[in-house]
């Protein structure tokens, strides 16, 4: 029965030399036919943690190497005890249970098939087709196609750098794995584990996790084995509506695993990617990674610590509802207002609560990106907005898989005299996939201080535009009044000289109504030259303003014919040079227009200038001084030249 178990169960993969050398079970075995022609078997073994049944046929041929053609039914509690019993050096712990259903089959050209069938390995789901032969040197050459359902980033580190291709370990995802200080392992690279592989295996995972709460989903790993050296190429065509793809190399190195690598990602839609993490954000836009690192260490995590690389991350039209500096200004102006209070706590809660107000429009731009000490860091960017400007710095811890995120919002002062406000730091720490339940932390730095002192300056500058305001209205009011009396002043002198013209008009009414109307003057002789106006008639004319009624002069009588001289009945008329009665008309009358007076005494120069007759040494009448005319006498004057 020993050297049938050793057949069965050493013979298939491993070596039979090591198998079953501290291993003590019970074992059943039932087998019924000619070894050479092939033996249907059923096979049992059993122990504490361990269970195996075989069933199907077994065919040895003449140098004692076996053929199976069955299935081998497994449940271990630790995989390490299946691996030894196969003759497979256990590199780890083997801690991981498995428990299902496995084809065996001997194929012609020395290979082992091996076909899982609901085999689940440390809670992962395997099926697949995988093809397995012993090489030169103890090595194992593998060759196929798996299918898992699920498994984590680093589960897979550990399982392939020790060199075991089954199974895929998955890390835990219960939430202290999650609090866990770091995800990878500390236990060292085994330098064997790079001589015991050689082949291409390629991994379908239905999601690999990256990290606790976030993975990718449809993975695809292509696995190369070679000497020394272990290669992985990554792809995944759905990852947030974009693609993933990279390269990971791990070699034997002096001392430890070097290891160098490098990841690009192309299409992410960020609101898609603020829906993955749980972020009840909107968001908007695409962007794109590319990143390569390398470092080499002893073990896992000291490997990730090393790593030491660069890349670049592109947005495009990229945008995010919320972090603005809209809220700082909104409690800036809260404050003011004196809605809000400036203790340190009123203020950051104020804050937290207007984090979402407004929309950052990180536009298309490029950002550099670090990987050092462990960790990979986005370089700080600014991004402008009307409200001010904001500053984004984001570091993820890549031994815990933690992220934080730095968001300085600095908002701009109101006025242009004043600099724009100290920032507002807005942090957001924790796991990288559990972005929702992170609660944000405000550091409100020198903003608390500034603010109490500007809104100090502002009351101050408030109470002095006040003042200025009142001054203002009182001025304006002194201006209205004396606008107004000036106009009152103006329609009093205008009232004034309408009423004094009104009076003038009626004294002149008045004084044409009561004035003689003046004697008809006949007109003067065109024989006889006209007498010189009288010398009050060449008087200059009384202003118009004298409207004083003057009193009227006496009439002169006409002379008498014994103020003539004698002889001036004799001298001739200056008309007809006649003799005949001096100044006489047709009718003896005086002439008009000569006051009574001889027609040849005014006419005459012999009369004037005469002394021989005796009524030339009389003294002539001087005539009255004629008062000045009025206005109504230079009236009459200018309409009928011949008024006197």
Do not use: C
């Not at 990979?376 to 933690?402: I, K, N, W």
């Not at 009193?551 to 001036?568: F, H, R, T, V, Y």
């Not at 200038?609 to 230079?634: E, I, L, V, Y």
Request: charged share 25%; proline share 7%; aromatic share 4%.
């Amino acid at each position: 029965a020993v050297p049938l178990m050793t057949v069965l169960f050493a013979r298939t993969i491993g070596d039979s030399r090591t198998a079953g050398q501290s291993m003590r079970a019970n074992t059943a075995i039932k087998a019924v036919g000619i070894p050479a022609d092939g033996m249907v078997t059923d096979a049992a073994l059993s122990r504490d943690g361990l269970s195996l049944a075989y069933n199907g046929r077994v065919t040895v041929d003449a140098d004692g190497v076996p053929s199976l053609a069955g299935t081998l039914e497994v449940a271990a509690d630790r995989l390490g005890d299946v691996l030894a019993l196969t003759g497979t050096p256990l590199l780890g712990s083997g801690e991981n249970a498995v428990t299902g259903t496995v084809g065996l089959s001997f194929e012609d050209d020395g290979r082992t098939k091996l076909t899982p069938s609901g085999l689940t390995v440390a809670g992962a789901e395997v099926s697949g087709m995988l093809r397995v032969r012993r090489l030169e040197g103890g090595r194992l050459g593998v060759d196929g196609e798996l299918d898992v359902n699920r498994a984590s980033v680093p589960g897979l580190m550990s399982g392939l750098v020790q060199g075991v291709p089954l199974p895929v370990p998955v890390a835990a995802t219960d939430i202290a794995a999650e609090s866990a200080p770091s995800l990878w392992s500390d236990q060292s690279f085994a330098a064997s584990a790079f001589d015991q592989l050689e082949g291409k295996v390629t991994v379908r995972l239905k999601h690999l996790g990256l990290s606790p709460g976030i993975g990718l989903d449809a993975a695809r790993l292509g696995l190369a084995f070679a000497p020394g050296q272990v290669d992985v190429e990554l792809a995944d065509d759905g990852v947030l509506g974009g693609r993933l793809g990279g390269t990971l190399a791990l070699a034997r190195a002096a001392a430890g695993v070097r290891m160098k690598g490098q990841l690009e990602l192309e299409g992410v839609e960020l609101q898609r990617l603020a829906q993955a993490t749980g972020s009840g954000r909107k968001a908007g836009g695409r962007a794109a990674a590319s990143v390569a690192f390398a470092g080499q260490a002893l073990n896992p995590r000291s490997l990730v610590t090393s790593l030491r690389g660069s890349g670049r991350l592109t947005f495009s039209d990229a945008f995010l509802q919320g972090m603005t500096p809209e809220g700082v200004a909104q409690v800036v102006a809260g404050v003011y207002a004196k809605e809000i209070d400036t203790d340190g706590e009123a203020l950051q809660s104020e804050v937290l609560n207007r984090l979402g107000a407004g929309q950052l429009d990180i536009g298309g731009r490029d950002v550099g990106l670090e990987v050092v000490d462990g960790t990979l860091r986005v370089a700080r960017f600014a991004t402008a907005a009307p409200s001010g400007e904001v500053e984004t710095l984001v570091t993820v811890d890549l031994v815990t898989v933690q992220a934080e995120t730095e968001w300085r919002l600095k908002a701009k002062s109101a006025k242009d005299s004043k600099p724009d406000w100290p920032p507002v730091t807005v942090y957001y720490s924790g796991p990288v996939g559990g972005v929702a339940t992170i609660e944000p932390r405000v550091a409100l730095g020198g903003f608390e201080r500034e603010l109490v002192v500007r809104r100090m300056e502002y009351e101050v500058e408030e109470l002095e535009r006040l003042r200025k305001l009142d001054e203002e209205r009182a001025r304006q009011e002194r201006e209205r009044r004396k606008a107004l009396a000036e106009a009152a002043r103006l329609e009093r002198e205008r009232q004034k000289a309408i009423e004094e013209e009104r009076l003038r008009q009626l004294q002149e009414e008045q004084r044409r109504s009561v004035q003689p109307a003046p004697a008809p003057v006949p007109a003067p002789r065109s024989d006889v030259p006209a007498l010189a106006p009288p010398a009050a008639a060449l008087a200059p004319a009384a202003p118009a303003s004298q409207s004083v009624q003057k009193e009227q002069l006496p009439a002169i009588a006409p002379a008498s014919p014994a103020m003539l001289p004698a002889d001036a009945a004799l001298l001739p008329s200056a008309a007809t040079g006649e003799a005949g009665t001096a100044g006489a008309g047709h009718d003896g009358a005086p002439p008009a227009g000569t006051g009574g007076l001889p027609g040849d005494v005014a006419t005459q120069p012999e009369y004037e200038a005469g002394g021989a007759s005796a009524a030339s040494n009389q003294p002539r009448p001087k005539p009255r001084a004629k008062p000045p005319p009025s206005a109504s006498d230079t009236l009459m004057r200018s309409l009928n030249p011949g008024f006197n």
